[in-house]
């Protein structure tokens, strides 16, 4: 399910609607990182291209970052 979600980005309230397994995985990459989910976002926010928007950078940072946990944890090819 989609859901709206709010932050205060360098002193702007912002809103952004992300489904709830992103969420969650935003949740956990703050946790594993140990900073603060309004911090992450605000770098992720900071991060995106001008032309594109939040929501999409957010799940796109998702991605990456499992992508690269998921690297870590298996076995080279080469």
């Not at 609607?17 to 992450?40: C, G, H, Y």
């Not at 001008?50 to 970052?65: C, I």
């Amino acid at each position: 399910m989609i859901r709206k979600h709010s932050a205060t980005l360098h002193g702007h309230r912002t809103s952004f609607s992300l489904e709830d397994a992103f969420w969650q995985e935003l949740k956990t990459i703050a946790e594993t990182r140990a900073v603060p989910l309004a911090q992450l976002i605000a770098e992720i926010d900071d991060q995106r291209t001008p032309d594109s928007n939040l929501s999409s950078a957010l799940r796109v940072h998702v991605l990456e970052w499992l992508k690269s946990q998921r690297s870590t944890l298996l076995p080279d090819e080469t």
